[in-house]
């Protein structure tokens, strides 16, 4: 089970959904290959100040994200890509050092999910949040 928040940025006096942040209940298991995130849940509407920065978490690449037809409601997440990434990155000079196993969240930008998902917008992210 995915924990979901979406970051809203306000631009001339609308809010937008900017960012999808995915948080697993017990970890993300980097051994399965995809893992298919329903977006069609409840999710927390939060705002970047809200954020916590001492969290671990890596944006995705709409590279590494994929669209089963057979799930349409679902976005998966190709870890095999997110690890080779992580992988490349760790050999630059300045890349923090760090385990897979304390990535806590995973960040997709909501542009590149209406990109994978083929739709001009996302009307799941402006009426299914809730408040905490």
């Known amino acids: ?39 069609n849940q409840p999710f927390l509407r939060t705002s970047q100040e809200e954020i916590n920065d001492d969290t671990l978490g890596i944006s995705l690449l709409n590279s590494e994200l994929i669209v089963n037809t057979e799930l349409p409601e679902h976005i998966g997440i190709h870890f095999p890509y997110v690890k080779k990434r992580i992988n490349r990155l760790r050999g630059e000079p300045l890349a923090p050092i760090f385990k897979l196993l304390e990535i806590e969240q995973l960040i997709i930008q909501i542009s590149d999910l209406q990109i994978i998902m083929q739709t001009k917008s996302l009307d799941i992210f402006s009426c299914n949040w809730i408040n905490f």
């Open 1 to 39: 089970m995915y924990n979901l928040s979406v970051i809203y940025r306000c631009s001339e006096g609308v809010e937008i959904p900017k960012w999808l942040i995915v948080k697993p209940e017990n970890g993300f298991d980097w051994n399965t290959e995809t893992v298919y995130i329903p977006l």
